[in-house]
């Protein structure tokens, strides 16, 4: 039995539910604030962090490393590439959105507009907000750019590079806060990926006290 540890508004731990989606596996999905700091999730990882993966007696920690143990234990759709250079570039992409677009967006909106609100740690730093607001134009431009190149954004097929991104646009997404219009290449490549049956249940997605925006579940947005 597969069980995931995560937060709905988390960007790794939707990452990991897209991975589990496309390769057509329902988990049992426990919902953890971790800032709470629950003895469980620290007894399951050290860290207390999610998302957290229980595959029967396995435990399986840190996004990256769940979806590599995904792709591994049930290859089919393969997500991280056939050939060397394949994984290069979709390796290359991963962290260009779980760590340059984490640190230069969605750490800047999302941690202060939902995090901080839920920790009750006050009001949201709006520099920061304007910050990670400005910061993400380039990165749509870059998706723009790679996915008129590409047929996905990694190459051909669909791969941890689109759902690594879709992850973290997606939480910016439900707060209003990308500027599709302006990004009309981005905006198509989002379209398509949202689309797809595994995008569903995210969308489905509420966090009690904030609704998405309108155009979140819109499939025509």
């Known amino acids: 039995m597969l069980r995931l540890h995560h937060f709905p508004l988390c960007p ?17 999905l426990e919902t953890v604030e971790p800032w ?27 996004s990256w490393a769940i979806c590599e143990y995904l792709d591994e234990t049930r290859p089919e759709p393969a997500l991280l590439g056939k050939s060397l250079l394949e994984r290069a570039e979709i390796r290359r992409l991963v962290a260009w959105f779980d760590v340059k677009f984490s640190r230069e967006v ?24 304007r910050a990670g607001l400005a910061n993400i ?45 302006r990004h009309p290449g981005a905006k198509l490549w989002y379209a398509r990926i949202k689309s797809r049956p595994s ?14 925006a309108p155009p979140y579940d819109d499939l025509d947005f």
């Open 137 to 181: 134009h380039a990165h749509l431009e870059y998706i723009g750019f790679l996915y008129e190149q590409r047929n996905w954004l990694a190459g051909e097929a669909l791969s941890l590079a689109d759902i690594a991104a879709a992850a973290q646009l997606s939480v910016l997404d439900y707060l209003g806060d990308v500027p599709w219009e």
């Open 36 to 62: 709470l700091q629950q003895r469980e999730l620290a007894a399951l990882n050290p860290a207390a962090e999610v998302p957290v993966l229980e595959d029967g007696d396995r435990v399986i920690c840190d």
């Open 12 to 28: 790794f731990c939707r990452k990991v539910r897209l991975v589990l989606h496309e390769k057509e596996q329902q988990p049992e």
């Open 199 to 212: 995008f569903r249940p995210l969308l489905q997605d509420r966090l009690p006290g904030l609704k998405p």
């Open 106 to 129: 969605t750490d800047l909106v999302w941690r202060e507009k939902v995090i901080r609100r839920l920790k009750a740690t006050g009001t949201p730093n709006s520099a920061a907000v």
